[in-house]
């Protein structure tokens, strides 16, 4: 029998492998995560809820034969908690939802559970996913902020607790989190994944986004999602001939090492024989950091008129952005709109033969700190223009911490820039 690593660090599709080849059983892998999550979720807090190993066996056991079929197994997934459940509460980190128990799973939800997957737990959020943090560390360094605002669903997978969950974007609510605690972060074209059952905060910006150790789990979870008939179909892996390089200085600050570790993969794609070319100067990705926080403040202060009527229970940052959506005209607004459509087909004007983007993902490693979430501006311009991004793993600092890098590909070419993302990770050493 092959020798295999600690079974709740296998990837998803390693570990649908493993069972496919009898080498491990889908309640062992179960028990592995358990046996995880009982010995780090006092320190790192990922959960809000979840089902207790007794349910989940059970659970299982009820259907076994269903499970034992399916294209997932029975295998564990984590939930954010903006993300309905029918079976669990979704309270969106606001006690102004304390035990809101909603009717009915969101679409996204259901498709796995009719793939096999059994909800496991509804990860932590940050508030109304702004963001005033939960009670979630940084697996890699628990005295660090694991980021925002999906940072239970980041700190369940890289702490290998799951092998893959579910989250959501704003603004940097994905890329940011995978990027500081060393996963694999996806966030699809803009409209890719149904929202149905999930907390609305701007609807021109929201995203479903997925979390894994492995880019080929994240493709394994987009096909499942989008209900593609062959799902387990491995994805391909493909080098980029040309690579877009927008350098962190062009959108907002970064720090020396997300600088010094760019450079070098930067080089070290070139030695594989990839161009790298730096993006136009006229693409200006700041100001587009400026128009997505006018479209974010301008549609939370109108998704979120019930929570409004509670402003002694919200906090005083997303109570600050609602005032400034109030007092931002409706023609500032479809001007931001406009503007970032407008980019977002304009980007690729000058570069027809470009691959794929690469740009830091965060700023630099997680802060220190519980306190915040870490800046989000690496993510604004590309939410802003609704393209598909990749946070790939692998970069560290001279501590060992993570420095994400993101990968950005032209609308509708997610498959492709995921091909791209696997090629990366494997220069980089992070798929294991």
Not at 200 to 229: C, F, K, N, T, Y
Request: with cysteine; hydrophobic share 40%.
């Amino acid at each position: 029998m092959t020798q295999l690593n600690p079974l709740n660090t296998l990837g998803l599709k390693q570990a649908l492998q493993a069972i496919e080849n009898h080498e491990c059983t889908a309640p062992e892998i179960i028990a592995a995560c358990y046996d995880r999550i009982e010995a780090r979720e006092p320190e790192v807090g990922a959960w809000q809820y979840n089902l207790t190993r007794e349910q989940y066996l059970q659970l299982y056991c009820s259907n076994q034969a269903f499970y034992e079929q399916s294209p997932l197994k029975g295998l564990p997934v984590g939930i954010k908690d903006i993300i309905d459940t029918a079976d669990m509460p979704t309270e969106m980190g606001s006690p102004i939802h304390e035990g809101r128990q909603p009717v009915d799973d969101a679409s996204c939800v259901a498709l796995i559970r009719q793939a096999g997957g059994i909800v496991l737990g509804k990860t932590v959020t940050t508030e109304f996913a702004y963001f005033k943090p939960g009670k979630t560390a940084n697996p890699r360094d628990l005295s660090r902020t694991p980021g925002g605002s999906s940072s239970g669903s980041a700190a369940a997978v890289a702490d290998a607790m799951v092998p893959v969950s579910l989250g959501s974007q704003t603004a940097a609510s994905v890329i940011r989190p995978a990027a500081y605690c060393g996963a694999v972060g996806y966030v699809g074209t803009r409209g890719t994944f149904s929202l149905r059952g999930v907390q609305p905060l701007a609807q021109s910006l929201d995203s479903l986004g997925l979390m894994a150790r492995r880019v080929e789990d994240v493709a394994l979870m987009r096909a499942l999602l989008l209900r593609d008939s062959n799902p387990l179909e491995a994805a391909q892996m493909t080098r980029p001939k040309r690579v877009l390089l927008a350098l962190g200085e062009r959108i907002g600050e970064t720090d020396s090492a997300m600088q010094e570790a760019l450079a070098g993969l930067v080089q070290r794609m070139q030695e594989q024989g990839v161009e790298v070319v730096e993006l136009g100067q006229g693409v200006r990705l700041d100001e587009m950091v400026a128009h997505h926080q006018s479209i974010m403040s301008y549609e939370v202060a109108r998704n979120l008129a019930i929570e409004s009527a509670n402003p002694e229970l919200l906090s005083e940052p997303l109570s600050e952005l609602i005032e400034n959506g109030l007092n931002l005209s409706r023609e500032a607004y479809l001007r931001s709109l406009a503007i970032a459509d407008a980019t977002a087909e304009s980007l690729w004007q000058p570069h027809q033969d470009a691959d794929v983007i690469l740009a830091p993902a965060a700023p630099g490693v997680a802060p220190e700190g519980h306190g915040k979430t870490g800046a989000p501006h690496m993510s604004r311009p590309w939410q802003a223009m609704g393209l598909p991004v990749v946070n790939v793993p692998g970069l560290e600092d001279e501590q060992g911490l993570p420095l994400g890098v993101q990968l950005i590909g032209r609308r509708q070419s997610d498959d492709t820039l995921l091909g791209y993302a696997g090629w990366l990770e494997k220069l980089m050493g992070s798929a294991a």
